[in-house]
C-alpha cells in the first residue's frame, strides 16, 4: 500500500507539469489569435481610409474637370493627377517668358473656374514652371539657365492670373527647371511636352488654416 501511494506521489509533479505546459499552449494561443484579430482589424480600417481618400481623390479631379470642361475639350490644356497643364509654346516664345497673347487670353479664361474651385475647397493654387533640357543659348542676356527661365515664366503666368482678377493670397509660384520631365528629351515632340506650365490646387499649411 505505501508503495502505491509513493508511485502516486511520484507520477503527480508530471501531470502537473503537463497541465502548466498546456494551460501555457493555451495562452500563446489565445494571444496569437487576439493579436490576429487585432492584425485584421487594423488592416480593415487601413483598407477602408485607403478607399476613402481614393474616393476623395477622384471627387475632385472630376470636379477640376467640370471646372475646365472648355479648355479641355478644345486641347487647350490638359489634366494629369489634378495638375492642369499648359504647353510652354502656347505661353512663350523660345527662351523668352513674355505672355503671348494667346496664352493671355487661355489664362484669362482660367481664372473665373479655378478661383471658385479654390474657394470652394480652401485650397490655394501653385504654378510651376518647367523647361526641356537644352542649355539656354550662349549670348542670352536674360537667363543664366533653365532654373531661372522656368522661375521666370511661372511668376509672369502668377502674375497674369492676378491681373486676371485671381487673389494674390490664392496663388504662388515654384521653379522646376528641367529636373521633371514628363516625355523623353530625346526629339523636339518629346522637349515641346516638358516646356511646360502646370497649376496645381494644394492643401493649405496649418498655419494658414490656423489663421
Do not use: C
Amino acid at each position: 500500500m505505501a508503495e502505491l501511494d509513493d508511485g502516486i506521489a511520484q507520477e503527480s509533479p508530471l501531470w502537473a507539469i503537463f497541465g502548466d505546459l498546456m494551460s501555457g499552449l493555451v495562452g500563446v494561443f489565445v494571444l496569437l489569435l487576439v493579436w490576429a484579430l487585432g492584425f485584421q482589424l487594423e488592416l480593415s480600417q487601413t483598407l477602408k481610409q485607403e478607399i476613402e481618400k481614393r474616393e476623395v481623390a477622384e471627387q475632385r479631379r472630376s470636379a477640376l474637370e467640370q471646372a475646365l470642361a472648355d479648355p479641355l475639350a478644345s486641347g487647350r490644356v490638359t489634366l494629369r493627377d489634378g495638375r492642369i497643364g499648359i504647353s510652354g509654346n502656347l505661353l512663350f516664345g523660345l527662351n523668352s517668358a513674355e505672355l503671348q497673347p494667346q496664352g493671355r487670353e487661355l489664362l484669362q479664361t482660367l481664372v473665373p473656374p479655378l478661383q471658385l474651385y479654390l474657394g470652394e475647397r480652401d485650397q490655394l493654387l501653385m504654378v510651376s514652371g518647367f523647361t526641356d533640357d537644352l542649355p539656354i543659348q550662349k549670348g542670352n542676356r536674360h537667363f543664366a539657365d533653365n532654373w531661372e527661365l522656368s522661375a521666370q515664366r511661372a511668376l509672369t503666368v502668377t502674375r497674369a492670373l492676378i491681373e486676371e482678377g485671381m487673389p494674390p493670397a490664392l496663388v504662388f509660384a515654384a521653379a522646376f527647371g528641367d529636373q521633371q520631365p514628363i516625355a523623353a528629351n530625346l526629339d523636339d515632340s518629346g522637349r515641346s511636352q516638358n516646356r511646360r506650365v502646370e497649376m496645381a490646387p494644394v492643401p493649405r499649411a496649418s498655419n494658414q488654416q490656423a489663421d
